[in-house]
C-alpha cells in the first residue's frame, strides 16, 4: 500500500497507530491485514468489544455450538476470544519481528471481575500468557489500586502488560514505579530486560465528557474551558513520562537493554459533536507513544488527519488550564476516581451481558 498518514505518524513523529477493535470477520475477510498495511500496528481489545463482536454476528456460532457441547459458557468464551487474540497475534508477527518487538501487539484483557481482586488478576494474567504463549501478546490489567500491585509483579515475571484505565496524573504516577520497580526486579533476577515491553494506557475523551458536565452546572464562566481538561492533562502525563524516562534510576536499566514503558493515548474517539473528529489524536502526537483509535477515528485520520507533533505544544497553558478548573471547584481526583469507578462497572456489565447473552445462545443452539 501507498504512504498513508499513519504511516507518516510513526515515521515522521514516532508515534504508533493501533486500533481498538478486534473481531472475527478482522481474521477471516483479511481485514486486519489491510488496516495492517494502511499503517495500523497493534491492536488493543476490551470486553465491551468482545461484546459487541460475539453479539452482533454469527460468526461464532459454530465454535460456540461446538464448545458448549463439552464445557461452561464462560469457558468457551474464554476459547473463542484466545483464538481470535492468537490468530490476530499471527497476523502481527512479522511487525513484531520486523520492529525488534517495538510494536506487533494484539492485547487481551483479564476478566472485569477481577479490578478490585490483585491476587485474581495476577493469576489471571499468567493463565493468558501461558494459553497464548507468544511474544507479542500484552494482556491488559486495570490501574486500580489493587492492580498496580499485580502489574509489578507481572513486569517482575517479564510479562508484557498493557495497563489499563488510567484516568490521573497520580495514578500514572503509581503506574511508572510498579513498571520500573518491576522491571529492576527482573533484571535482578537474571531477566533479561529486552524482552520485557508494556504500554500505559491514558484515558483522554471521557474526562472531558465528565469535567465539561461539571462545568455546565458551573455556568457561563465555566465555558471557556470545556473541551480542555483531558489534552491539558494527557499533554503533562508526557511530562511525567519523560522525566520518569531519564536520570540515573532509568540509565541503569536503559544500559541493560530495558525499553520505555509508552504512554498509549486511549479513548481518542471525540464524544461531543462540537469538537473536530480527531480532536484527541491530532493534539496528543509525539514520539515514544501509542495511540488506539476505533475504527471510524482510524479512517478519519487516513482520510485527513494532520500529522504534527503537539504532544508538547502549549505545555504552560495546560497547567494554567487545570488549575483554572481547580479554581471553579472541579475536582481533578474525584473526577478521576469517577471515571475509575464507571470504567470498571461499564466493562463487568459489558461482560454480564455477554455472558447472559451466550447463556441464552447455548440454550437456543
Not at 22 to 33: A, C, N, P, V, W
Not at 128 to 136: A, E, V, W, Y
Not at 258 to 278: E, G, I, M, V, Y
Not at 338 to 354: I, M, P, R, T, Y
Request: aromatic letters at 8%; hydrophobic letters at 40%; proline letters at 4%.
Amino acid at each position: 500500500m501507498t504512504d498513508t498518514r499513519l504511516h507518516q505518524l510513526f515515521a515522521q513523529q514516532g508515534q504508533s497507530p493501533w486500533i481498538d477493535n478486534l473481531m472475527r470477520s478482522y481474521l477471516t475477510t483479511g481485514r486486519l491485514q489491510e488496516l495492517v498495511a494502511a499503517g495500523i500496528r497493534g491492536v488493543t481489545s476490551n470486553p465491551t468489544i468482545f461484546q459487541k463482536a460475539i453479539e452482533g454476528s454469527a460468526d461464532y456460532d459454530d465454535d460456540f455450538r461446538r464448545l458448549t457441547e463439552r464445557e461452561s459458557v464462560d469457558d468457551a468464551y474464554w476459547d473463542l476470544v484466545v483464538d481470535d487474540v492468537t490468530k490476530a497475534c499471527g497476523v502481527l508477527r512479522p511487525l513484531y519481528d520486523q520492529s525488534g518487538g517495538g510494536d506487533g501487539y494484539v492485547s487481551l484483557e483479564v476478566a472485569p471481575s477481577l479490578a478490585r481482586d490483585t491476587a485474581g488478576t495476577i493469576e489471571a494474567a499468567r493463565n493468558l500468557h501461558q494459553r497464548i504463549n507468544l511474544p507479542n501478546l500484552m494482556v491488559k490489567i486495570p490501574a486500580t489500586a489493587e492492580g498496580v500491585p499485580a502489574i509489578q509483579q507481572m513486569i517482575s515475571e517479564g510479562r508484557n502488560i498493557n495497563v489499563t484505565l488510567i484516568f490521573s496524573l497520580g495514578r500514572y504516577d503509581d503506574v511508572i514505579e510498579a513498571y520500573l520497580e518491576g522491571l529492576e526486579a527482573w533484571v535482578g533476577g537474571g531477566g533479561d530486560p529486552t524482552q520485557v515491553h508494556s504500554v500505559a494506557s491514558f484515558f483522554v475523551s471521557r474526562v472531558d465528557t465528565e469535567v465539561d458536565r461539571r462545568l455546565d452546572k458551573v455556568g457561563e464562566k465555566g465555558q471557556a474551558l470545556r473541551g480542555k481538561a483531558a489534552i491539558a492533562q494527557a499533554k503533562l502525563a508526557y511530562q511525567h513520562f519523560e522525566k520518569a524516562f531519564s536520570g540515573d534510576r532509568w540509565a541503569t536499566l536503559r544500559a541493560q537493554g530495558a525499553h520505555r514503558q509508552r504512554p498509549l493515548w486511549a479513548s481518542t474517539s471525540t464524544k461531543n459533536p462540537a469538537f473536530p473528529d480527531l480532536y484527541y489524536v491530532e493534539n496528543l502526537i509525539g514520539p515514544h507513544t501509542v495511540d488506539t483509535m476505533p475504527d471510524a477515528t482510524v479512517a478519519a485520520f487516513l482520510d485527513h488527519g494532520v500529522v504534527a507533533r503537539t504532544i508538547d505544544q502549549g505545555v504552560d497553558q495546560a497547567k494554567a488550564d487545570l488549575a483554572a478548573l481547580g479554581d471553579l471547584g472541579i475536582d481533578m481526583h474525584e473526577v478521576a476516581v469517577l471515571l475509575e469507578d464507571e470504567g470498571v462497572a461499564s466493562f463487568a456489565k459489558s461482560f454480564d451481558e455477554l455472558q447472559q447473552a451466550l447463556t441464552d445462545k447455548a440454550s437456543q443452539l
